[in-house]
């Protein structure tokens, strides 16, 4: 079914009309590639099955335990469900990075994450190496956010010698 998916979506990609710029990968670059990636991953896995035959069945002793043993934790899940909501909404006027470090450290919060310094250390270091993996390296172009969150974020593009 994925493999079917994937191939119809890869197909969809190849109909991308747009002006190719030399030099510059088009914006079908994007989804081809994450296509592609997991159409190799489906016939990789199909052939294993027929040749190695059905992955055995996980033991107990594989299961990894999902929480202390108690609790709901739908409540948690409608929080985060919510809290991505709001980052989609705050995302134009924020702009990315701000946007994504605040939505990371709420979603870390959510998940009942409490070492402050990792924490910290990820909400701010992954925003940027996303920003530079999408402006610089993919052409995908990030909501830069408006007033002072537009300052900063071109600000930090600059410093990443994103231009």
Same mark, same amino acid.
Do not use: N
């Given at each position: 079914?994925?493999?079917?998916?994937?191939?119809?979506?890869?197909?969809?990609?190849?109909?991308?009309?747009?002006?190719?710029?030399?030099? =510059?990968?088009? %914006?079908?670059?994007?989804?081809?590639? +994450?296509?592609?990636?997991?159409?190799?991953?489906?016939?990789?896995?199909?052939? =294993?099955?027929?040749?190695?035959? *059905?992955?055995?069945?996980?033991?107990?002793?594989?299961?990894? %335990?999902?929480?202390?043993?108690?609790?709901? &934790?739908?409540?948690?899940?409608?929080?985060?469900?919510?809290?991505?909501?709001?980052? *989609? &909404? +705050?995302? %134009?006027?924020?702009?990315?990075?701000?946007?994504? +470090?605040?939505?990371?450290?709420?979603?870390? &919060?959510?998940?009942?994450?409490?070492?402050?310094?990792?924490?910290?250390?990820?909400?701010?270091?992954?925003?940027?190496?996303?920003?530079?993996?999408?402006?610089?390296?993919?052409?995908?172009?990030?909501?830069?956010?408006?007033?002072?969150?537009?300052?900063?974020?071109?600000?930090?593009?600059?410093?990443?010698? +994103?231009?």
């Amino acid at each position: 079914m994925i493999l079917c998916c994937a191939a119809y979506l890869y197909f969809l990609a190849q109909r991308f009309q747009f002006e190719l710029v030399p030099g =510059r990968v088009g %914006p079908d670059a994007w989804p081809k590639i +994450v296509l592609g990636l997991l159409l190799v991953t489906c016939v990789w896995q199909l052939g =294993r099955i027929l040749i190695v035959g *059905a992955a055995p069945a996980a033991s107990a002793d594989d299961e990894l %335990p999902l929480s202390d043993g108690g609790g709901d &934790y739908t409540h948690l899940a409608l929080l985060a469900i919510g809290v991505t909501v709001v980052y *989609a &909404y +705050v995302l %134009p006027a924020l702009g990315f990075f701000v946007a994504t +470090v605040l939505y990371m450290g709420a979603i870390a &919060y959510v998940s009942r994450f409490r070492q402050v310094v990792p924490l910290l250390a990820t909400s701010i270091i992954a925003p940027l190496v996303l920003m530079f993996v999408f402006m610089k390296i993919v052409y995908v172009a990030l909501p830069l956010g408006a007033g002072p969150f537009k300052a900063l974020t071109l600000a930090l593009l600059k410093m990443l010698g +994103v231009h």
